[in-house]
C-alpha cells in the first residue's frame, strides 16, 4: 500500500515539474491601465488646512486618490482617500497662505494619472491662533497655563523647565481640542 502512494506522489511531482516550464509572473489587475483624472469642484479652506472636493471619473481600475503637497520647506506630505469618497483634507500647514497641491488619480496596479493641480490657501493655523492667547501665571509649586483654542483643533501644550546645565526639560503635556484650557 505504501508503494503505491509513494508512487503517485512521485507521478504526481513529475507531472507538476514539467507543467511548469516557465515562471509565470502574476501582476495586479490593470497592471498598465493608467486611471482617468479627477475633476475639482471646490476647495474650502479653513484653519492650518483646505478641503479640496472633486468628481471622481467614471474608471474601473481607480483605486484611491492621493494628494501630493508641501506644507513646510523640505517636508513633501501626502494624503489619500479611497474611491468611496469625493473630498480629501490636505493640514499641517506652517502659515497662511498660498500652496499647490497635486491630486493623482492611482489604480489597482498603483499607476498614476497625470496630476491635477489645485491651489489652497489655508488660514492661520491653530497653534499660532493658540499662541496669541497663550497666559502663564505663576502658581504654588509652579504655573498655572490658559489659553483659548477657537477652532477646537487637538493641541499638546507642553510646559518645560530651564535645567542647571542649561538643557530643557519637559515637566507637563497637556492634550486638547477644547475651546478653553487651563492647566498647572
Known amino acids: 500500500m505504501k508503494k503505491v502512494i509513494y508512487t503517485t506522489l512521485a507521478a504526481v511531482l513529475l507531472l507538476g515539474m514539467s507543467a511548469c516550464k516557465s515562471a509565470d509572473v502574476i501582476k495586479p489587475l490593470g497592471a498598465s491601465v493608467v486611471p482617468a483624472q479627477v475633476t475639482i469642484t471646490d476647495v474650502v479652506n479653513r484653519s492650518g488646512q483646505a478641503i479640496i472636493y472633486y468628481d471622481l471619473p467614471n474608471d474601473k481600475n481607480l483605486k484611491y486618490v492621493k494628494a501630493v503637497f508641501t506644507p513646510r520647506e523640505g517636508d513633501e506630505m501626502s494624503v489619500n482617500a479611497s474611491y468611496f469618497t469625493d473630498s480629501l483634507i490636505v493640514n499641517g500647514f506652517k502659515e497662511a497662505g498660498e500652496y499647490e497641491v497635486y491630486l493623482y488619480s492611482v489604480s489597482f496596479g498603483e499607476n498614476y494619472s497625470e496630476p491635477v493641480k489645485v491651489k489652497v490657501n489655508p488660514e492661520t493655523p491653530p497653534y499660532q491662533l493658540v499662541a496669541q492667547t497663550l497666559k502663564c501665571v505663576q502658581s504654588f509649586g509652579g504655573v498655572n497655563v490658559s489659553y483659548e483654542n477657537p477652532t477646537k483643533a487637538e493641541l499638546s501644550?507642553?510646559?518645560?523647565?530651564?535645567?542647571?546645565?542649561?538643557?530643557?526639560?519637559e515637566v507637563n503635556t497637556n492634550y486638547s481640542s477644547v475651546d478653553k484650557v487651563t492647566f498647572s
Request: charged letters at 30%; a negative charge.
Open 157 to 169: 501644550v507642553s510646559v518645560e523647565k530651564l535645567e542647571s546645565d542649561g538643557t530643557w526639560s
